[in-house]
């Protein structure tokens, strides 16, 4: 019989398996104690970085957007904290770290706002302050600016 020295809670081996990569879609499931009880919590978003690759001190960094606000958290691979990661889906990517989505997601919450009506009830009659702006003319102007 092999004796063998269990230096981590986590299955080490099976995280090193795992193969997260910037783009992927993953479901981490957190353990959170609260009041002396542990309840798992679900992170669901997209990696955006992976650093220190398969050492003891990796981390991946996930971004979500929740209520409208985007959330992102770092998440150590090995930590025990982490019940469990479940890859959602795989997508191909030209970049390693995928930094430029924050800007790109605020670039196109403006263009959203920018596109709709805002009525305002002045002593009981509705008006419309800003009128919805062409979506080709939008296009021209933002690749015009790039």
Do not use: C
């Amino acid at each position: 019989m092999k004796n063998t020295v269990k230096i981590s809670p986590v299955d080490m081996d099976a995280r090193k398996a795992l193969d997260l990569r910037p783009g992927d879609t993953v479901r981490v499931w957190q353990k959170i104690e609260e009041k002396g009880k542990t309840r798992l919590q679900v992170f669901e978003g997209l990696v955006l970085a992976r650093k220190h690759g398969l050492e003891a001190g990796g981390t991946f960094t996930v971004r979500r957007v929740a209520s409208g606000v985007g959330v992102e958290k770092i998440f150590p691979i090995y930590s025990p904290m982490i019940d469990k990661i479940e890859l959602v889906k795989r997508a191909r990517v030209r970049r390693a770290k995928l930094y430029f989505i924050r800007e790109k997601v605020a670039r196109e919450s403006r263009r959203q706002l920018r596109r709709t009506r805002i009525m305002v009830n002045v002593s009981g009659t509705t008006k419309i302050v800003a009128k919805e702006e062409p979506v080709a003319a939008e296009a021209e102007a933002e690749t015009k600016s790039e």
